[in-house]
């Protein structure tokens, strides 16, 4: 039988506090996933005795540690969903489950232990709108069982469903402005990233992690036509609120400042110009 990425399901939802039983949730229309485990090996070298006839065979090796990563992306249809993956406190932050299951072989892989380390929303100049992610796990099992109807650390969780709803194109995109100017990008990606710190229990081999820092940054927005209030603002280092208009959605990202400029100009091309903010601290999505 060969295993194909049809046979899988994947599903992630954030733990609720104080809830015994949980929906596993569908953010967007999910196309690619992966799950890693990397051993850490160390050697060691050490002095041989006096009876020792190859002074380079003295070395040690262990495996001291595993870090386990994963990373998903996905098609949205409301970006609503994307607020659970905004930690706004380490007193209030919690994790995600990840669940992967072949639905063939029922083989599995899960962790109520998963962390979002970065997020793209990307606008690209058409198609899909697509975010992508990097995550950390701190543990993870695998299993010839199913993870629904088991009790995992006292909630048990059921099968979500695919959405129903469209799921949202470059031409669901109305309106964007930087400081109140209307601007008309033909592609821009909005990243979240946190910056982790890793703390691992040795007695049951699990890694913890909390945020030191969160950072939103606007990236390679093009525009469609020059915009001169857009170019004087940014000659003029003005910060304002970048905002736009997705479908149902509002996006707000605030305070924005847009010190870097890349002109690109080739013969027998049209010039393009790149503008990528600077890193600011807060994002509203409605």
Not at 19 to 35: A, P, W
Not at 137 to 160: A, R
Not at 175 to 182: D, E, K, L, N, Q
Not at 188 to 211: A, G, P, Q
């Amino acid at each position: 039988m060969v295993d194909i990425g049809q046979n899988w399901i994947y599903e992630i939802a954030r733990i609720q506090s104080g809830v015994t039983t949980q929906t596993l949730d569908y953010m967007g229309y999910y196309n690619k996933f992966s799950i890693k485990e990397e051993r850490k090996v160390e050697d060691k070298t050490y002095f041989g005795d006096d009876t020792t006839s190859d002074d380079f065979e003295n070395r040690l090796t262990a495996i001291t540690g595993i870090d386990r990563s994963g990373s998903m992306s996905f098609y949205p249809y409301d970006l609503t969903k994307l607020n659970q993956c905004i930690v706004k406190s380490n007193d209030l932050l919690e994790t995600f489950f990840v669940g992967a299951k072949n639905k063939l072989t029922n083989k599995t892989k899960y962790t109520d232990r998963a962390y979002i380390n970065n997020l793209t929303l990307s606008l690209p100049e058409s198609g899909f709108v697509e975010v992508s992610t990097d995550l950390k796990f701190g543990d993870l099992t695998s299993s010839t069982n199913d993870y629904v109807g088991i009790d995992i650390n006292g909630i048990t969780y059921s099968h979500g469903t695919i959405p129903t709803q469209s799921a949202y194109t470059t031409k669901d995109l109305t309106s964007v402005t930087f400081a109140g100017i209307s601007i008309k990008p033909s592609k821009f990606d909005i990243k979240i990233e946190y910056d982790l710190d890793e703390k691992v229990d040795n007695t049951s081999d699990t890694t913890y992690y909390k945020v030191k820092s969160r950072s939103i940054s606007v990236d390679g927005l093009e525009l469609a036509t020059d915009n001169s209030q857009f170019e004087d603002a940014i000659v003029n280092e003005t910060v304002g609120d970048f905002v736009f208009t997705l479908g149902i959605n509002t996006v707000t990202v605030s305070d924005v400042l847009f010190p870097n400029i890349d002109l690109d100009i080739e013969s027998g091309s049209v010039a393009t110009q790149t503008f990528s903010s600077g890193k600011v601290g807060k994002i509203t999505i409605a």
